[in-house]
């Protein structure tokens, strides 16, 4: 199948920064691409050159394999975009907002209301759909958000950190819906200030930096460009913790912490290779943790961060 979104050399300025720098993107069909980057980075200007709400200063572009530049009413009628702020208009119901969508759509007004009707009930929004929205919470925006977008039956679709702002509760229920889009064909384009989430949900990812793309891949493609995977064995006693510090010499000492930090990629051998030295040796620590690297590690090595606030951790007591 032709990629849903299919872009090179997009360049994009405002003024005198330049906020994209080239940029190449290919999404296939049908699958889950995540765009990151910090603050600043360009991502949401990507996201706007792309679904036709500004103009990119170089490069071209095809979704859904019409010409961005050339067919941008066909590019239009194939996406549906949800923005960073809500375009959920709160001074009305959740229903009257989808009805208005609707008639964006061109909408008949029986297929409009059944359409609302069914996306309502698809985003459990139905008991609150007589409502003001000004009254929904932030996750039952969100959703209504995207439920608005979906109106024109897009198939494909860019959000723009969709879910900033909610808690862990609202944004695991927006990454099933997420979930539920792609298994139904849909493409979706998106922007993430969460790793876990890329890391979640997305078939692909690129980090973007500086205005240009860092590195591409899968998840698991990008933590391998990462080094840094490692052992922590931790000591209560001052005398196991110099005897396994004399024999494993490789091992990085913390004399204060009673610890060493020993080079793994994690592995199931060089896991049971430790403790069978820990065994043989009669040693025995108190804690074991497993760092593997993740794209926390490959954000800031990316991005030139100074370090990694929350790295990703098995601890075995």
């Known amino acids: 199948m032709p990629p849903a979104i299919s872009a090179t050399g997009l360049r994009k300025s405002y003024g005198d920064k330049l906020v994209l720098d080239g940029i190449d993107l290919h999404v296939p069909?049908?699958?889950?691409?995540?765009?990151?980057g910090p603050n600043g980075a360009g991502k949401t200007t990507a996201v706007k050159i792309l679904s036709t709400l500004v103009t990119a200063d170089g490069g071209q572009a095809r979704i859904a394999g019409?010409?961005?530049?050339?067919?941008?009413?066909?590019?239009?009628?194939?996406?549906?975009?949800?923005?960073?702020?809500s375009a959920v208009d709160n001074l009305i119901t959740g229903e009257e907002n989808m009805l208005l969508m609707a008639d964006l759509h061109h909408l008949s007004r029986r297929e409009g209301r059944r359409t609302a009707a069914e996306l309502l009930e698809r985003f459990d929004l139905a008991d609150a759909a007589k409502k003001p929205a000004s009254t929904?919470?932030?996750?039952?925006?969100?959703?209504?958000?995207?439920?608005?977008?979906?109106?024109?039956?897009?198939?494909?679709?860019?959000?723009?950190?969709?879910?900033?702002?909610?808690?862990?509760?609202?944004r695991h229920t927006m990454w099933g819906i997420v979930r539920e889009l792609?298994?139904?064909?849909?493409t979706v384009f998106l922007t993430t200030q969460y790793l876990d989430e890329a890391d979640d949900l997305a078939d692909r990812i690129a980090v973007l930096h500086d205005g240009r793309i860092a590195a591409e891949g899968t998840a698991g493609e990008l933590k391998r460009l990462v080094p840094g995977g490692h052992v922590r064995l931790r000591f209560t006693d001052p005398a196991a913790y110099r005897c396994a510090a004399l024999a494993l010499?490789?091992?990085?000492?913390d004399d204060e912490a009673l610890s060493l930090r020993i080079p793994s990629d994690g592995s199931q051998r060089e896991l049971r290779s430790i403790l069978d030295w820990l065994d043989?040796?009669?040693?025995?620590?108190?804690?074991?943790?497993?760092?593997?690297p993740d794209l926390d590690d490959v954000f800031f090595a990316l991005t030139g961060g100074a370090g990694v606030p929350h790295p990703s951790e098995e601890t075995v007591r």
């Open 29 to 36: 069909a049908g699958s889950v691409f995540a765009l990151l």
């Open 66 to 85: 019409h010409d961005l530049a050339t067919e941008s009413q066909a590019v239009r009628a194939a996406i549906g975009v949800t923005g960073q702020f």
């Open 136 to 170: 929904y919470s932030g996750g039952m925006r969100r959703r209504l958000d995207i439920a608005m977008t979906l109106v024109g039956d897009p198939r494909i679709i860019f959000l723009d950190e969709p879910t900033t702002g909610l808690d862990p509760r609202s």
């Open 182 to 186: 792609v298994a139904g064909g849909v």
């Open 249 to 253: 010499r490789e091992a990085a000492r």
């Open 280 to 292: 043989a040796a009669g040693v025995q620590a108190d804690e074991l943790t497993v760092h593997t």
